[in-house]
Structures are given as C-alpha cells and as structure tokens.
C-alpha cells in the first residue's frame, strides 16, 4: 500500500512537473516569436526595424542626474559632436562594451561621449567602482526607456547607442553590442561630414 502511494507521488509528481516544463516552453516560443530582434546594428538609412521618428530634441530637452546627484541638462552637450550610449548594469552586452567605449572616449578628445543609465543611481555607483568609466555617466532610471524610444529605438532594447552632430541631428544610432571597429568607422564619417 505505502510502496504504491509512492509509486503514485513519483508519477503525478513527474506528470506535473513534465506539464509546467511544457508549458513554460511553449509559452517562452510564443513570446520569442513576437520580439523584436534587439541586437543588432540599425542606421537611420535602414533597417529591419519598423521605422520610427527620431525626435534627438528629446535627448537635448532632458535634464538627468549625474552620480553626485547634480541635475544636468543635457542641452549643454550641443556644439560639438555627440556619442549618446543607453545602458544599464543588468545588460551583459552593455557591461562588455563599457571598457571599449571608454577606451575610445580617451582617445576622441573632440568628441563628447556620454553614458545614460536606465537604472539605479545606486547600481550605476556600485558599478563605476568595478569597471571605472571616464566619461560622464547620468541617470535615467527606467523612465529613460521613454527616452531611448523618443531616439528611434522602437523595441526599447539595450544598449543603444546614438550618435549626434554638433547641430544636434541624429546622425546614426547601434541597436545592440558596439563593435569597436565599426562605431569607430561611424564616427569617422560622423566627423568629416562635420567638416564639411
């Protein structure tokens, strides 16, 4: 009698088991059918993407917090040419890519980098003492997920990087990872047509 309650247990308890793995699959297929592909380059000149307005007003209409606390508006960084990246602490790809963008804003002096957290001030702070960031960093919590969409990032996805002239025009953005190669390339171009 005991041995076949057991038996019992194991088989319900393997039925069910098996049912909510079933289950949480066919629901994590349904949900990865609808996403977007966030991780990949997109330029203004096309994309898979569905199309968006960028309105890069947006960026220079926001007033955040840097980690002391200061309220900065961001319209102080018209005037010369912008590289605008949207990461957050518990974005892998935004953490692997923190070092290579700072190694390039070392070496682009010309060339205005900033970091605009969609997360805590808290985890930012925590972060910056593990992997030191040269360029400023601001806060926008996850409200900056407005912001990032406002810049033409439709699905909402990090990192996000834009890139801005000294006029203020949007004139590429990266959904997804940087390459150091290749945002180093868009910069280039982003600064001979300032020359122009």
Same mark, same amino acid.
């Given at each position: 009698?005991?041995?076949?309650?057991?038996?019992?247990?194991?088989?319900?308890?393997?039925?069910?088991?098996?049912?909510?793995?079933?289950?949480?699959?066919?629901? %994590?297929?349904?949900?990865?059918?609808?996403?977007?592909?966030?991780?990949? &380059?997109?330029?203004?000149?096309?994309?898979?993407?569905?199309?968006?307005?960028? #309105?890069? =007003?947006?960026? +220079?209409?926001?007033?955040?917090?840097?980690? &002391? =606390? #200061?309220?900065?508006?961001?319209?102080?960084?018209?005037?010369?040419?912008?590289?605008?990246?949207?990461?957050?602490? %518990?974005?892998?790809?935004?953490?692997?890519?923190?070092?290579?963008?700072?190694?390039?804003?070392?070496?682009?002096? #010309?060339?205005?980098?900033?970091?605009?957290?969609?997360?805590?001030?808290?985890?930012?702070?925590?972060?910056?003492?593990?992997?030191?960031?040269? +360029?400023?960093? +601001?806060?926008?919590?996850?409200? =900056?997920?407005?912001?990032?969409?406002?810049?033409?990032?439709? &699905? =909402?996805?990090?990192?996000?990087?834009?890139?801005?002239?000294?006029?203020?025009?949007?004139?590429?953005?990266?959904?997804?990872?940087?390459?150091?190669?290749?945002?180093?390339?868009?910069?280039?171009?982003?600064?001979?047509?300032?020359?122009?």
């Amino acid at each position: 009698m005991i041995r076949s309650m057991k038996r019992r247990t194991i088989i319900f308890g393997g039925a069910g088991l098996l049912a909510i793995t079933a289950t949480a699959w066919l629901a %994590w297929q349904s949900t990865s059918r609808r996403a977007p592909a966030a991780n990949r &380059a997109v330029s203004l000149s096309g994309s898979a993407t569905p199309k968006v307005t960028a #309105n890069p =007003g947006a960026l +220079y209409a926001a007033s955040l917090p840097d980690l &002391a =606390g #200061n309220t900065i508006a961001l319209s102080q960084l018209k005037g010369r040419p912008v590289v605008a990246n949207f990461w957050a602490t %518990w974005c892998a790809p935004c953490v692997e890519e923190m070092p290579h963008l700072d190694a390039l804003s070392k070496s682009l002096p #010309n060339i205005q980098f900033v970091g605009i957290g969609i997360d805590t001030a808290a985890n930012i702070a925590q972060f910056v003492t593990k992997i030191p960031v040269s +360029y400023p960093l +601001y806060v926008a919590g996850h409200a =900056g997920i407005g912001l990032v969409r406002e810049l033409g990032n439709a &699905a =909402g996805g990090l990192p996000f990087t834009v890139l801005l002239d000294a006029e203020g025009h949007i004139f590429d953005t990266i959904l997804g990872q940087v390459s150091l190669e290749d945002l180093q390339k868009r910069i280039d171009r982003l600064v001979a047509k300032s020359k122009t």
